[in-house]
């Protein structure tokens, strides 16, 4: 039997902070006990925000805390190439289409929707489903608004996309850490409307890169923030289309700011470099996430 894979996959566009502390030691928690594989992942597709530095602190606080990931680490803005060709074979098979509506447009078509007194739908994280009506464009005007430069971004045809599987969609979720036994939760891709597949200018978008990697590193157990739960949904759709195998995921507790929300990366109290800067040692910080 292969060793399980596990993979802890941070974007350097921000310090690190407890939350992606505790996403780390639970990564490598696991993968011990499991007798796995730990790699590390930096995910800068977004070269417009990603930094060298924040790229350094990463595995600097790493180093810190003590996590352990193989080498070589697998750099996302490496591999647009690799994105490129997925994304050509979703275009090929009619599952993605170009998308005009600038963010502008979406607004207004939502403000004169719901000023009839009805909602608009919104996707689990609070923004505004797309409206897609340049969905069913005809091939000649895409292709005239393409050349003339018109900027665009290719979404999934959400619908489409699931009227072409077999099935029910669904992933296995991990019930603890100590992995006893996974349950069925059923994918809802739906809920989040016709998503960004790729832009003009990058030729991928999260869900595409991640599904892509975690296919090509052979990841078995993704093991990530409950923040990025509904995106399981997504990405199990994305799997189905470009028939890549299904990771088992397990999606952990998230680590509360003292207002009760979601760390970010813009809180400095909670970076692990500010903590370390202030005199924290890194067994301070594992206890303070319980480890
Ligand atoms: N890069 C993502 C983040 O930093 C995590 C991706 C994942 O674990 O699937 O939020």
Request: with cysteine; glycine share 8%.
């Amino acid at each position: 039997m292969t060793a399980p894979v596990f993979r802890f996959a941070p974007s350097p566009n921000g310090e690190l902070h407890l939350g992606h502390a505790l996403s780390a030691l639970t990564n490598q928690r696991m993968a011990n006990a499991a007798g796995g594989r730990l790699l590390l992942r930096i995910e800068d597709i977004d070269v417009t925000r990603c930094t060298p530095e924040f790229d350094a602190g990463i595995f600097r606080d790493l180093a810190w805390l003590g996590i352990d990931w193989e080498e070589p680490v697998r750099r996302q803005s490496e591999h647009f190439g690799e994105y490129e060709a997925a994304l050509e074979r979703l275009r090929r098979e009619g599952l993605v289409y170009p998308a005009f509506m600038s963010r502008g447009d979406i607004r207004a078509a939502i403000m004169a929707f719901e000023a009839t007194g009805k909602t608009w739908p919104r996707d689990p994280d609070g923004a505004p489903l797309y409206p897609g009506t340049d969905k069913t464009m005809s091939r000649n005007e895409r292709m005239q608004r393409i050349d003339a430069g018109a900027p665009f971004a290719w979404r999934l045809d959400t619908a489409g996309a699931l009227a072409r599987l077999k099935g029910r969609l669904s992933w296995r979720e991990w019930a603890d850490e100590t992995m006893p036994s996974t349950t069925d939760v059923a994918a809802d891709p739906l809920q989040w409307g016709d998503v960004v597949i790729a832009r003009r200018e990058i030729p991928t978008s999260y869900h595409l890169s991640v599904v892509m990697d975690d296919a090509l590193q052979g990841v078995s157990h993704v093991v990530r923030g409950r923040d990025l739960y509904f995106a399981t949904s997504v990405q199990r759709l994305l799997q189905e289309m470009l028939g890549l195998p299904q990771p088992s995921y397990f999606h952990h507790r998230l680590v509360l700011g003292p207002d009760g929300r979601k760390l970010s990366k813009s809180q400095r109290d909670t970076g692990l470099a500010a903590l370390r800067e202030a005199g924290e040692t890194s067994e301070g910080v594992r206890r303070m996430l319980g480890y």
